[in-house]
């Protein structure tokens, strides 16, 4: 142990005549504390929630999704999807057919995005299985003469038109067959096949599956789907693979990837956790301002003592650090009280789910928090930093003190 660290360790512990100072000395460490501890929960709270409505939208969504530039559809898509399934990091490549449809029960009817995937793929299947929340994936194709194929509802969607597996819908399209008078709307008959949940309110309230060839033929989009979707083992090598898919598919084709669709999104909460980061670390740089004078005061408390040591050959550098030391403690201690209860406080929260949400607004039933270390070490390292910067000043004072003149008037 440094005399430096010695000294100043002595300052901060030993009993005072002056009270006050202790008080200062509490209330910075309280403050610092505080505005730890908010830091904490604050971007845990948004790193949480960027996390889930990522991962919700992720799950719903393809990581990279390859359209024709034309907008007539993609002709000879079997060829290219084997080809986009030989590239790196692609789990799993779909054509898709897509279309607006107006669904219509019994009692109700409700808008929809119509969807038409490969049910027969194995990776299509999993995803769609994993999301099954009633009924199953069998019989959604024409089972024989008159059978109506399968169509699977979005929860929310189904709830909305009280059908449950069994029951069956119509389904209308705008665009539904060419003819020589112009395309008319097109209607077919379905039986719901079963219910599923991607975990995003607006894609359950909104959306409906039903098989490829069914839609193919729904949608008149004769042999062609509207987009391919890829998915890939690695989500951030999303533009890697658009770059190179690119290249392989030729200039025909438009690529967007998951980070092109919810760019607004994703920026938004970016810019907020930045913003509510700086906005709470002036809770910090408030608190650096009790270090300030704590150290002022115990400057003038230690006015004799200080002489003391610089008349028995201490430098003022060794003044300097004494208090600096003494400064960083205060701050230290601050640092890590409120990190430790930042930490317990978010695993509380996730625990006992303590802070529910409105499904239909924020896609999750509670605010979930996820402490990130990268978020813990940025916390900490400004908090040091405002820490330390307010403990110069008074350090620097002190370390000019004339001994002569402190000994002078005691």
């Known amino acids: 142990m440094g005399f430096e660290f010695f000294v100043a360790k002595r300052y901060l512990l030993a009993r005072r005549k002056q009270a006050f100072i202790a008080v200062i000395t509490f209330i910075s460490i309280a403050g610092i504390t505080v ?19 990522r991962g919700k939208i992720l799950t719903a969504n393809a990581h990279l999704l390859i359209y024709d530039a034309l907008g007539a559809g993609i002709a000879d898509y079997t060829t290219r999807v084997e080809s986009i399934r030989e590239m790196d990091h692609v789990i799993s490549a779909t054509p898709v057919a897509y279309g607006n449809a107006m669904l219509a029960s019994y009692t109700r009817s409700a808008g929809a995005f119509l969807k038409g995937i490969d049910l027969t793929g194995p990776s299509e299947a999993a995803v769609m299985k994993d999301q099954l929340v009633t009924g199953s994936l069998a019989g959604m194709d024409v089972a024989g003469a008159g059978a109506r194929p399968g169509i ?19 389904v209308y399209v705008p665009r539904g067959h060419t003819t020589p008078f112009g395309s008319l709307p ?46 890939l083992d690695d989500i951030y090598t999303a533009e890697q693979v658009a770059d190179a898919a690119r290249s392989k598919l030729g200039g025909s084709f438009y690529l967007m990837t998951w980070m092109d669709l919810n ?44 002489a003391i040591i610089m008349s028995m050959g201490a430098k003022r550098r060794s003044v300097l650090k004494i208090f600096l030391y003494h400064g960083i403690t205060i701050g230290w201690a601050g640092i890590v009280l409120g990190t430790l209860l930042g930490v317990v406080a978010c695993y509380f929260f996730n625990k006992y789910q303590l802070i529910k949400v409105p499904v239909d607004i924020y896609q999750i039933p509670y605010v979930p928090f996820r402490v990130r270390v990268t978020d813990v070490l940025a916390i900490c390292g400004s908090a040091f930093l405002i820490t330390l910067l307010a403990t110069l000043y008074p350090s620097r004072r002190a370390a000019r003190l004339d001994p002569s003149e402190a000994i002078r008037y005691e």
């Open 35 to 53: 505005g730890v501890t908010a830091l904490v929960i604050a971007l845990a709270l948004l790193t949480g929630f960027n996390e889930e409505i």
């Open 152 to 170: 699977l509802l979005g929860k929310e969607l189904a709830s909305t038109l009280l059908v449950k597996p069994g029951d069956s819908v119509e």
């Open 263 to 306: 760019r607004p999104l994703f920026s938004a909460l970016k810019i907020e956790k930045t913003v509510l980061f700086i906005t709470i670390l002036l809770i910090v740089l408030v608190a650096s301002f009790n270090i300030i004078s704590t150290i002022i005061l115990m400057v003038i408390e230690k006015n004799r003592d200080i």
């Open 186 to 231: 097109g209607v077919a008959g379905f039986r719901v096949a079963g219910t599923y949940s991607t975990g995003i309110y607006d894609y359950d309230s909104n959306s409906a599956i039903i098989s490829l060839p069914t839609a193919q033929r729904l949608l008149d989009l004769q042999g062609r789907c509207t987009y391919i979707e890829v998915r």
